[in-house]
T-cell receptor, first 116, second 112 residues
């Protein structure tokens, strides 16, 4: 079974440039998460989707960050414009979804963003 | 606001020894407590998890001990191996697995 796929794995951009990250969850997983992981820290939730609906985006900095999950499968996270402080690893995770007891989240390898 | 505290920040253990990582939480609404293992360049992977209706769960060399009254839980790795060298994150969530809050992580090094 294929795991969560993310691309690109690495991205280097200059500040004020836009950047986008793509995630393909595990087949059949209805819930998709985007996390931010700073160096030496645990992941922090940015947004959670149930199918195509963003059910929790309270931690997403909406002035520069946006996300979409069209058709309830793949998802894209965008930053525009990027700032130096956005340098981090962006993790995508998926799970079966609401109603599943102890729903396990499966993480992708992440995209390491460096903003110069 | 950090809702899950984790210690130690780093841990060095000899091969065959016991590794112990501790976590504490504040929100009594949390009802699911997983531990994740992360190797460099990889995403976190679920190691073992516990619900608050039990005080201990064991899977192979890995054991979670849970103290609901103290709002603390810990991971014990028995017979630690060099391949266990990784960063370990405790986490907590409400509604059995949604919206995890992760601890800051413990970097474990097991010396051969």
């Amino acid at each position: 079974e294929a795991g969560v796929v993310q691309s690109p794995r690495y991205k280097i951009i200059e500040k004020k440039q836009p950047v986008a990250f793509w995630c393909n969850p595990i087949s059949g997983h209805n819930t998709l998460y985007w996390y931010l992981q700073n160096l030496g820290q645990g992941p922090e939730l940015l947004i959670r989707y149930e199918n195509e609906e963003a059910v929790d985006d309270s931690q997403l900095p909406k002035d520069r960050f946006s996300a979409e999950r069209l058709k309830g499968v793949d998802s894209t996270l965008k930053i525009q414009p990027a700032e130096l402080g956005d340098s981090a690893v962006y993790l995508c995770a998926s799970s079966l979804g609401a109603g599943v007891s102890t729903d396990t989240q499966y993480f992708g390898p992440g995209t390491r963003l460096t903003v110069l | 606001q950090q809702q899950v505290k984790q210690s130690p920040q780093s841990l060095i253990v000899q091969k065959g020894g016991i590794s112990i990582i501790n976590c504490a939480y504040e929100n009594t609404a949390f009802d699911y407590f997983p531990w994740y293992q992360q190797f460099p360049g990889k995403g976190p992977a679920l190691l073992i998890a516990i619900r608050p209706d039990v005080s201990e769960k064991k899977e192979g060399r890995f054991t979670i001990s849970f103290n609901k009254s103290a709002k603390q839980f810990s991971l014990h790795i028995m017979d630690s191996q060099p391949g266990d060298s990784a960063t370990y994150f405790c986490a907590a969530s409400k509604n059995y697995g949604q919206n995890f809050v992760f601890g800051p992580g413990t970097r474990l090094s097991v010396l051969p």
